[in-house]
T-cell receptor, first 113, second 115 residues
Framework: DQQVKQNSPSLSVQEGRISILNCDYT??????FLWYKKYPAEGPTFLIS?????DKNEDGRFTVFLNKSAKHLSLHIVPSQPGDSAVYFC????????????FGAGTRLFVKA | GAGVSQSPSNKVTEKGKDVELRCDPI?????LYWYRQSLGQGLEFLIY????????KSGLPSDRFSAERTGGSVSTLTIQRTQQEDSAVYLC?????????????FGPGTRLTVL
């Protein structure tokens, strides 16, 4: 049972354009959502998070949007840079679930120069 | 400051042998997680140590897998009688406070190859 789904295994974007990575979840108890970035041969690194009391959180070029009614979140990167090429994981946790974090399968982003 | 470290970075073993993977979390972090990533797959949750409470072992794929966290710090993941399907990158992560939502800090992983 995949509670966190990233349905696009890969995405290709031109440098300077916007990258939009999507994530859907099924567990309505999730109240905290995170995005991680992973380069080859390295562990994932935290990128940005959002609490369920918000619908948007912005940090520089990265913005996460949360639509609770649709159980959907997205990560926008603008402008995209070649160094953003990596695998992006969506993750979610529930305060009532002991804060265990569930990860999606990841989306590989290619930013072309 | 030191991040999460894992050892060994690579491990090649023969089918049927036991292996131990080590994780040194960030000092003071009360939560520790183990995940594995098989080739082309996402992060599969294995086990979660939450402070001094009983660990959440719901992700361990079989009874050949076990993990300990001694003294609230170092953790060891043991795989007994390894099988070829155990080949994967095993990732450890820690977070500051298991009682709150907070980000995890990952180690570089241990790549396990079972021949």
């Amino acid at each position: 049972d995949q509670q966190v789904k990233q349905n696009s295994p890969s995405l290709s974007v031109q440098e300077g354009r916007i990258s939009i990575l999507n994530c859907d979840y099924t567990n309505s108890m999730f109240d905290y959502f995170l995005w991680y970035k992973k380069y080859p041969a390295e562990g994932p690194t935290f990128l940005i998070s959002i609490s369920s009391i918000k619908d948007k959180n912005e940090d520089g070029r990265f913005t996460v949007f949360l639509n609770k009614s649709a159980k959907h979140l997205s990560l926008h990167i603008v402008p995209s840079q070649p160094g953003d090429s990596a695998v992006y994981f969506c993750a979610a946790s529930a305060s009532t679930g002991g804060f265990k974090t569930i990860f999606g399968a990841g989306t590989r982003l290619f930013v072309k120069a | 400051g030191a991040g999460v470290s894992q050892s060994p970075s690579n491990k090649v073993t023969e089918k049927g042998k036991d292996v131990e993977l080590r994780c040194d979390p960030i000092s003071g972090h009360t939560a520790l997680y183990w995940y594995r990533q098989s080739l082309g797959q996402g992060l599969e949750f294995l086990i979660y140590f939450q402070g001094n409470s009983a660990p959440d072992k719901s992700g361990l794929p079989s009874d050949r897998f076990s993990a300990e966290r001694t003294g609230g710090s170092v953790s060891t993941l043991t795989i007994q009688r390894t099988q070829q399907e155990d080949s994967a990158v095993y990732l450890c992560a820690s977070s500051l406070d298991w009682r709150k939502n907070n980000e995890q800090f990952f180690g570089p992983g241990t790549r396990l190859t079972v021949l």
